[in-house]
């Protein structure tokens, strides 16, 4: 397709490379992201996914070598050749990624057409025909690789011998391993081999594949039905560097507000109010801390966006008044499809502002979803996203917190939308083959936008579709699952890929969409959501109740201690979204992310870290009493609920009665926590507490980040950052644990500080010389102190 090597030229951090047919841009962006662009399509359009590219390429060389380009940047060599095949290295020259020379060769699937309608008739899903690509880039399969990333994905954590699609998709039935897409689409997979990880994003909206060794164990390939050629290689060495560099690229979330990190209550539907309110008194009365309550399509006017239904909530501005006063906030849903409906204010200025896509002949496009008839805004075009964004006052003048978005793959009840939609796209139309990926991703930018601008707060936005950068914009949520173990089994895996993919900030539907939960199911998923970075609860119409309380004393017992943990280590889940804003870790992170030297923790789908320091080994079968728990090497781990201290790089088996969900604090970590509250704000919190695990030896160091918890002030430095350093002397015979404050920009510090030292005996502390009163209960010594300042423990 390209030919041979003719020539290369460089110009700033780009390099053009001639060959016979067709000329490709190599791009240097910082020294281990490297960008390869060749221009299928004659527009050149700005990238959907990256909004600010910061090039800082360093220092870097071009020369010829062997009848190649040879790009040397401070961290890689490039060598690029004939028909643009590209061999990736580090500065030791090992090759990490290399074009494999080959043609593609896909293994045969039997059947010879035989059958097939019949098979089909029966309800059998078959592989269809290879989907027809504009391009494909295949890689070298070398013997040890381990796949990870592509965002909201079933199936294992490795993806290695598997095939995805690109194309964000609403399908209802139960998520299993053999769906290829979900709704949500970012095209970027890290690669792990040698214990050296890289990433591969390909920044193409249109439907994508990747094929991680599935087709032919000899490669893996990405490649794009239309559009162009557009993909940047990004180094690790460490999978954390893979991840910082991607979100480099595409952006990190921004530092959302602390209330949505309490827990949130959903259902389809809390209607009328009556039910509403019901609901709110119940997680009071039974002391059950919750932040939000959540309105889906029912309180809307037969479907109405941006309407009320005044028969369900004659003043819903009081309902949520009401509820404000209680400490909850309200979230409503808010879908794409505007109701085809002549004076219906929305559908109105939509159609006399041109705002909706159209059919190939221009007249806007009707297909139907919950409204029956209705149109699709074009949020493609920025006029239109202003629109939107303007509407979102309506909802937040009634007393709305945040807006969950729904259906914005785009979903349709009446077939799926034709290839030849089109959309304005800020003046370079395209069709929907284009936009259909980024429909929710821009969706979800209007709404932040809308809220910003609308409240001046850090907005919420809940979005299903969603493309590569959405995670500026909007936190997510993996759609439809179903009350079913093997979703449960399976949100690990999914959330910590998506985590992986630049989306830190994202739940499943706890306890389980579809189908009804079960007393078991229910206490095992909260369990697991109160380490999710977004814990909401959620189920379908009909379905069983599947509030906290609505299986027994038992599991509500089990519900009201794992929320109130969850309250507990807030300030621990803040902490960690404060680094994330800068270097775009996620909070539910594989073993791998943490402990990339230990190679027992690359395919662990059924334990994950919260942060770097706290491990959940979650019970995820019904019925299951023990389990056995990978604990990685090179650290101490202590048992949170016994605090007994295991050695790692070692399997446990650990008990597992129905209240307890296995939880091990690396040994050296300091763990910040709040006290509990029945929702954010209830209570100023003038006290910290440290849940402090001394290593045996050696300075350990935590950040703790506060800030008023809402408003975009922390950016003009409004925030307190404090630094506690814990130092365990070589003797044995003291532990020293300074705390000093960084930052001094938010005016409510805390008062007082309270330490929790886990498994030490005291003989006496002292806090800059003067004694400090404690208690040591076996396995605690607790202590207050009331000013920064270095605390000396004699043991
Ligand atoms: O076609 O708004 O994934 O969370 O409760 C169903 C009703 C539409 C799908 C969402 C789900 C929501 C439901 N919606």
Redesign the pocket.
Known sequence: MFGKLKGFQQQGSSVTIRFEQKAATVDIITPGIVRFFVPFTAKQQPSKAIEQLQKTPGSFTVRSGNGEAVIETEKLTVRIGDDFRTTVLDKDGRVLSEDDPGTAAPFIRRGAGEGLELAAAEGHKLEAERNKLKFQVRKKMEHDMFFYGLGEKTGHLNKKGYHYKMWNT?D?SPHVESFETLYKSIPFFIALKDRQAFGYFLDNTYESVFDLGKENSNYYAFGAVDGNLDYYFIYGPSAKEVVGGYTHLTGTAPLPQLWTLGYQQ?R??YVPEQRLREVAETFRRKDIPCDALYL??DYMDGYRVFTWDKKKFPDPHKTLQDLREQGFKVVT?I?PGVKKDKGYPIYDQGMAGHYFATDKDGLPYVNKV?PGDALYPDFSSHKVRSWWAANQKIMTDTGVSGIWN??NEP?SFNGPLPDDVQFQHDGVPADHREIHNVYGHYMAKATYEGLKKATGKRPFVIT?ACYAGTQKYSTV?T??NQSLWEHLRMSLPMLMNLGLSGVPFCGT?VGG?GFDCTAELLARWIQVGAFTPLFRN?S??YTRDQEPWAFGEQTEAICRKYIKLRYRLLPYLYDLFHQEEKNGLPLIRPLLLNDQHDPRTYEINDEFLCGDDLLVAPVVTQGEKARAVYLPEGSDWVDYWTKTVYKGGQYIIRETPLDVCPIYIRSGAVIPLYPVQHYVGEQPVTELTLDVYPARKGIRSYRHYQDDGESFAYRKGAFNLYQFDVTAGGDGKTIRISAEKKHAGYEKGYRSFRFIVNQIHPAAITLEGEPVAFSDSGNQTVFTVKKTGEVTIQL
Do not use: Q
């Open positions: 609403d209802p959903c389809w539907a889906d399509i849903i879908d919950w729904d259906m979903a299903r949520w759609g439809d539907d969409f959620h379908s119409i």
